[in-house]
């Protein structure tokens, strides 16, 4: 094993482009659960995203294009599934379970003819000076402008859910939705709203993947990171300070074990491979092990009696 | 007097199957306490909703100020100056005190103006509160606090309270009825539903009452003995439970030390729990809503463990055991929540039965069901406590909870146990049904069975038990022979009124 081909500047920098589509699609679910909804379909939404910016950045030759129509699309998938829930009351569970099939089999028929073709490229931000700093400015300021956007999505949810009205109400409806409704607010329509906005966050999300991150089309690219997107949510204790943490450990780890590979480590490929799924899941368990409470109308359907 | 603050004229709201409201008229004056009187499924909560705008009329009018009055939704209602206390569901346990208060306002300021605001009138009106703490950590009578406390800020003229007393303890209750009083002087009228009906004839100027939907009576609840507004109520006269037992000496359960950790979030731990119950006698236990009862009674029945020895039925450690083994030794459980802790909502009578019945009444053999005892299980139970149902094939759900709450006590009653434990046996159950489940408590006890009794009615209590002890923070008081405890000897034991002040008038 050369240990000595890994570069430390490189992989610091790349962790930052692994982390960003979990970061956004964990976002996303982040305020759909605060607002009391459990959609499992994340991973369908983030590949359907993920297929949908592909095809429209190569069309148009334009990745900003991209981005927007896979939010879009991520969005209209997750509509799907708030009509089917908030409207017919289905099963949030077997709902979400079937958003995901769905949106694996929608994307690999749309991606039929676009397998092996390269995206435009997504120009990195120019930070000038920043990026100049030894170290620091090739690990920080040498990304694209969804890097940080996603860093600044977070942070505009935090400021969101506790500095905010609109904030307050999310979480009062996805905290007590009988309650919520008794005060007047509407429940249906607020949750409409926040499903939607995690459909755009994993479309977005989806889309970094098949535009930057890889950067190409494949059936099945996703590769289970909505379902580590879940994850991150509850055991990020649904703040999204932690969520931040859990998708850069994940990001980091998973850079990390693909570098170890380049580098011929003597551990079987496999066991690389599962890493980073099982270091990010123990470092939140651990996290989370202290008194959290999930939002107490997470799930439960909400019909309004009179 | 001048212009009614809100006149009803002919109110009617039908939901399939029942008429909820049939025309209904009556008038508040502003400043008037007016009480709403009725049976539970007697049409009152549905005419609170009208008003308050969660739902709108079939025909009849409203007026306010002698303005046409039909708010579209409770913004509007709160916006004309109507503003309701809830009997359930609606604070946010996990947001703080402050974060409650401005879910429930139109304008809210920003939260660190608003905490002052929550003090200052908190202080004015003796309900202390403090707007930072979260509301799953306070206790019932504080809860309450935070949802007055929310309407008071948009000085409302009509103020609707649905069972406010229902969780207090009465010297908390002799605080909220300064506080509404001072209200009432300012101006304020006061809607004030609840079925005690000593309350009402305290503090009600006037009373309308209702009953399946219709308006039967309006009254000056003063003028009335409380036995004539109940025959009001219900529509015929109520007897008061008999009875006849012998307390023997012989000890039928003994708990000792008993302590346990809350199961879940918000939850009590119970502390140090001892008492003893003698065969033929009723425990009567006290104390406001969440101060333990719920974890008394997991513990009692088995739901949760604890040490073999600190729970001793017949002298016999069960502590160790699971509900199964303690119910084929003779210790059963009746809990509060109807649907979904006593009975399986979706599941037939027949069925649910047989999920209590079937170790002491041999309903299978093997492993295999025998549905035809399991049928004539539930039919006996149907027959002997009058349960109102077409037969044991229908769900759960489907009951009245009068009816269902008489099946799943007659359930454990027919099982002749040796220790019967209930919690809120007549919660939410019609007058003439709390009666007949509470006489056939009685009876049981009669029979030489022992009974605890976990209650928040203490009329009920008072009437029933042999002996009364109270809850109150997971501590369990000594229990002191019932008859001759006054009010106020009640009221400490249940912990007093937990650092409330009188309102300064």
Redesign the interface.
Known sequence: MDLSSINPVLLLASLMVAATPLLFAALGELIVERAGVLNLGVEGMMITGAVSGFIIAVESGSPALGFICAAIAGALLSLLFALLTQVFLANQVASGLALTLFGLGLSALLGQGYVGIKPPSTPKLDLGMLADIPFIGRVLFTHDLMVYLALALAIAIWFFLHRT?AG??L??VG??H???H????KVVMIRFAAIAFGGACAGVGGAYLSLVRVPQWTEGMTAGIGWIALALVVFASWKPGRVILGAYLFGGVNVLQLNLQAAGAAIPVEYLAMSPYLVTILVLVIMSAE?S?A??SLGRPFHAS? | MGTPLLTLSGLTKAYPGVVANDDVSFDIQPGEVHALLGENGAGKSTLVKLIYGLVSPDSGKMALNGMPYAPANPNAARASGVAMVFQHFSLFDALSVAENVALGMDNSPPQGELSTKIRTVSDAYGLPLDPHRTVGDLSAGERQRVEIIRCLLQDPQLLIMDEPTSVLTPQEVEILFKTLRKLSAEGTAILYISHKLEEIRSLCDNATILRLGKKVATCIPAQKTAAELAEMMVGTSLKPPKRAAEVSSEVALHVSGLNLPPAQAFGTSLRDISLTLHKGEVLGIGGVAGNGQDELLAALSGERLCAADQVKLDGKPVGNLGPTARRHLGLLAAPEERLGHAAVPDMSLTENALLTGVTRQALAKGGWINWAAAKGYAERIIHQFDVRTPGPHVAARALSGGNLQKFVIGREVLQAPHVLVVNQPTWGVDASAAAAIRQALLDLATQGSAIICISQDLDELMEISDRFAALNEGHLTHARPAAGLTIEEIGLMMGGAHGMEAAHV
Not at chain 1, 182 to 185: E, F, I, K, S, V
């Open positions: 009205r307050l109400i979480r009062g905290e007590n009988d309650a919520a008794a005060l007047g607010y008194r409470r939002p107490a009179h």
